[in-house]
């Protein structure tokens, strides 16, 4: 008995059930998983290497077996696969139970890793332990909870790559960036950092770029680039050209989907593990004021985070060109170093002026007599010359306000004693001071919204630029009242509580919990939407000076809605195409999904010149628009 379609549906009949293909590769898959759950459990397994690779490789079979099964018989295209008819794909029972389990996982990874077996001083248990011999042949040490996420992560967008590899095949854009993002994970983002534990430098993963790799100006980190060497010291460099001269050249050649898309971890796993969520995206006008309130708020947040750590970090690291009556040294001890510009007595003429208790010069030379002051005139307070090398550790505790004792270098002279709880100040001729420092932040952000309210205002709504000029004000009042003020707390915050909160509120809970956890109800990209400032600051570039544009052929267009449906940043595609304008979008993360779901090639991703690249000026029948303001704006250009 022969069996035909009985309705007008043009995509098919909605999937009634799994086949047997995929039952049996889900079987597989959760064989995996329930090893990784029994593991939790404190149960021990006598070989941790074999249970391991036997749980890894079953979630990956069967992830990897599930799409074959579910698109090698099917001809390359388009599929919508009933997405709305699926519990898991339309905000259903499973949907929810599956929410429960990405967001209690991601709360037990952040904040109670004791759960998952990780012990401090001690063998690890639970799952963390089934993950030591992997950990240990990469990287030479026990595995931490950062360690199994990583590995699950990085085999999550492999397994699913594959998966949305099959399901895309009939694009070879999709194929190329997917390839790419696997790539980047797997070595940038997993193996290297792990090989160079290993060979005792920084770990490092070379594709976080800040402000999403928010620990890259913290002081330990800092440290930890400085106390390796030549290489270490090339890692940070690499982070800040990353900021200021990578991003920005290639964002300008090819629009934020060279990172976004092509690179980032996170998209790349909203690409291919959250790529069955995508449709999920809120469409609607209110989504897109909340998004761009929050994101850029995002952005200052973290700008406003950086600063003040940085800022800590270079606590005492003023220049002692500065010293001056403004200072206020009451009882402080004043440490300084060699002087090219201030001779050593007016410097310590000065900090006794500021009402410092006492000076001591840090001498960082090989000569064994110490320094002598030409002149005592006017100067009442003691002051000593003392071998940094000799007293590394006595400074620290005196920068710790603890108790300690410095060895002068003419040890005719008595020990110097500082009690618990003495303040102290190192002014120092150092390249990046604090005051350089501040100005040098307040002069940058000036810079950059000059430039662009001097040349780009255009592009920028009413609300948009109202958003621009509170922060710009707010961040710089803030900055230049609290530095000015001498409190030493940038934003009116201790810079370890304003990193604290951003870790807790930014890094864990919002990009995590919910930017991962909530996949099923708010689609894939909800952090990258959302809640990313290197998203935001990415799409500041696309939108005022890239060369990358969606192109729309609105004659073509049918108005079938794909483009809008499958857009995971919530933009309405389809309302371009039909007006025929181009796509110049901040949150546009270059995926060309849009492009690949349209029956009818209407869009098309490009890079081109500058040049009237966002006002279109096309006109399709069924438009209304006026022609003679038309005409008369294409003559004005003439």
């Not at 010293?323 to 009882?331: E, K, L, P, T, V």
């Not at 709880?421 to 390249?431: K, L, P, R």
């Not at 990193?499 to 919990?513: C, H, Q």
């Not at 690249?613 to 303001?629: H, K, T, W, Y």
Request: charged share 15%.
């Amino acid at each position: 008995m022969s069996t035909f379609q009985r309705n007008m549906s043009l995509t098919g009949e909605p999937p009634k059930s799994l086949s047997a293909g995929q039952k049996i590769f889900t079987a597989f898959g959760l064989f995996g998983l329930a090893i990784l759950i029994i593991a939790n459990f404190n149960v021990s397994f006598p070989n941790k290497t074999l249970w391991l690779s036997i749980a890894l490789g079953s979630i990956f079979f069967g992830v990897v077996g599930f799409a074959w099964s579910a698109y090698a018989g099917k001809s390359a295209g388009i599929k919508n696969d009933g997405v709305w008819f699926k519990s898991i794909s339309s905000r259903g029972f499973w949907a929810w139970c599956a929410i429960l389990a990405f967001s209690g996982f991601y709360v037990l990874l952040y904040f109670y890793p004791q759960f998952l077996g990780l012990v401090e001083d001690g063998d690890n248990t639970g799952v963390i332990a089934l993950f030591d011999p992997l950990s240990k042949f990469l990287n030479g040490g026990p595995a931490s909870q950062w360690f199994v996420y990583g590995t699950l992560y990085t085999l999550a967008i492999l397994s699913f790559g594959i998966k949305f590899m099959w399901k895309y095949r009939h694009n070879r854009y999709e194929l190329i960036r997917t390839v790419s993002v696997m790539f980047f994970q797997t070595s940038f983002a997993f193996i290297i950092p792990e090989i160079m534990t290993s060979l005792n430098q920084p770990y490092y993963d070379f594709k976080n770029i800040w402000p999403l790799n928010y620990d890259l100006f913290n002081g330990y980190k800092i440290d930890e680039f400085l106390g390796a060497g030549n290489f270490g010291v090339a890692m940070l460099i690499f982070g800040v050209a990353s900021i200021f001269v990578i991003t920005p050249i290639l964002t300008y050649k090819y629009g934020k989907r060279w990172y976004c898309s092509w690179v980032c971890g996170c998209g790349g796993l909203a690409e291919t593990a959250g790529d069955s969520f995508r449709q999920l995206s809120n469409k609607k006008q209110y989504a897109w004021n909340i998004e761009r309130w929050v994101i850029h708020s995002v952005v200052v947040f973290s700008v406003v985070m950086t600063t003040a750590v940085v800022y800590s970090y270079l606590k005492g690291n003023e220049s002692a060109l500065s010293i001056g009556s403004w200072n206020d040294f009451s009882d402080k001890v004043v440490f300084i170093g060699e002087q090219d510009q201030k001779p050593v007595h007016d410097v310590v003429l000065a900090a006794q002026e500021a009402g410092a208790s006492r000076v001591v010069y840090l001498d960082r030379t090989e000569n064994d007599q110490p320094i002598q002051l030409q002149s005592t005139e006017g100067i009442t307070i003691p002051f000593d010359v003392v071998k940094e090398e000799n007293n590394r550790q006595g400074i620290s505790q005196i920068m710790d306000q603890k108790q300690a004792t410095l060895l002068p270098m003419d040890r005719s002279q008595e020990d110097i004693f500082i009690d618990k709880g003495t303040e102290s100040v190192i002014y120092d001729n150092v390249w990046l001071s604090k005051e350089f420092f501040v100005w040098g932040v307040v002069g940058l952000l000036t810079l950059i919204f000059g430039l662009v309210f001097l040349f780009r205002r255009e592009q920028l709504a009413k609300d948009a630029k109202i958003g621009a000029i509170a922060y710009f004000v707010i961040v710089i009042g803030l900055l230049l009242f609290t530095y000015l003020d001498g409190s030493g707390k940038l934003f009116l915050f201790e810079s370890w509580k304003l990193n604290k909160w951003y870790g807790f509120l930014i890094g864990a809970v919002f990009s995590g919990v919910i930017g991962t956890g909530f996949y099923p109800i708010f689609g894939n990209r909800v952090w990258c939407r959302f809640g990313c400032p290197m998203a935001a600051i990415l799409g500041f570039q696309q939108r005022m000076f890239s060369r990358f544009r969606i192109t729309t052929n609105g004659g073509q267009c049918i108005s079938c809605g794909n483009c809008s449906t499958y857009c995971e940043m919530g933009i309405d595609v389809r309302a371009y195409a039909q007006k025929g304008e181009n796509i110049i979008r901040s949150s546009c993360v270059g995926c060309g999904i849009c492009s690949a779901v349209c029956p009818r090639g209407v869009l098309k991703l490009e890079n081109g010149p500058m040049e009237g690249r966002i006002n279109s000026e096309s006109v399709l029948l069924g438009q209304d628009p006026d022609l003679m303001a038309l005409l008369s704006n294409q003559k004005s250009a003439q």
